[in-house]
């Protein structure tokens, strides 16, 4: 199905091995709250947006990687580092940065396999 493409798609294009790759469906919230408290990241969902499960990483002190688009959704998770004081629209974001905010595909992927693996302590400066 569609999460196998995915998968192949991080295996094969973003070189992530398999094993650390993990698909879960649904969980009762409780549950998703544990999952976030002992992950190494989050991913913003492309051109969706996470919204409430942004603000309960946060909580949680998990970063999420966000990739602002043109769609509302998508810049939601952006506009609440704004709003701690992380980011300010006038910032040059991107890898070189402190906050997980990607500006294209290639980006995001970095920010993502940066934080799993805690590249810097940028996951302990963050929280």
Known sequence: AASQVFKAR???QAKIPASALRFIKYLPHHD??????VAKAALD???F?????????FE????VVTWPTWGL???WTAAMYALMGLLKPTDDYGVEG??????N????????VRLAGDIDGCRKKLS
């Open 10 to 12: 991080m295996i094969d």
């Open 45 to 47: 969902p492309l051109y």
């Open 60 to 63: 949680l002190s998990t970063p």
């Open 32 to 37: 998703m709250l544990g999952l976030l408290g």
């Open 49 to 57: 947006g996470g919204d409430g499960t942004t603000r309960e990483s």
């Open 105 to 112: 595909a290639e980006e995001y992927v970095a920010w993502a």
């Open 98 to 103: 402190l906050v997980p905010v990607a500006r």
């Open 73 to 75: 959704g998508s810049r």
